[in-house]
């Protein structure tokens, strides 16, 4: 039951959460943010998300909820539902944080948390990165994590589909 607990206590509302980041800010944490559908956890996911924590002391991740999901990828997505999404997220230990987001962008998380380093996957470019301009104006700044060839939700959901 405690470890269950741990876990839980990493589920943040978006209310919670940017308060929770002046908590650790004042402390003289550094916070690392990313964001995702997470939609089917695989090699990928994982390597982005341990590369990210090597950039502070705080990882928060922000996850796509069910419906914007839908809106993104298509009529059949997600997979896994978003609690489920929520809780493999904060069982990882290099998670300290992970928080939905309805909207189809992070922006508004991103404004309302004021991360130090904001990180996304390689298959992006700076001008891309939803919040790039608004972490680097206040002084923090962006890293893109190398893609790991081979992984994607949407390669692993066709190699399903194949067999």
Known sequence: ???????????????????????????????????????????????????AAGFGNILIVGVNTDASVHRLKGPERPITNEADREFQLAS??????????????????IKSIKPDVLVKGGDYTIDKIVGAEFVLANGGSVEIIPFVTGYSTTSIINRIRSL
């Open 92 to 109: 990882l230990l290099c998670v300290d944080a992970v928080c939905l987001f309805e909207e189809d962008t992070p922006e508004a998380l």
């Open 1 to 51: 039951m405690q470890k269950l607990q741990w876990i839980k206590q990493k589920v943040y509302s978006r209310e919670e959460l940017p308060r929770e980041c002046n908590v650790w800010r004042a402390s003289g944490r550094k916070i690392v943010f990313t964001n995702g559908c997470f939609d089917i956890l695989h090699h990928g996911h994982l390597h982005l998300l341990a590369e």
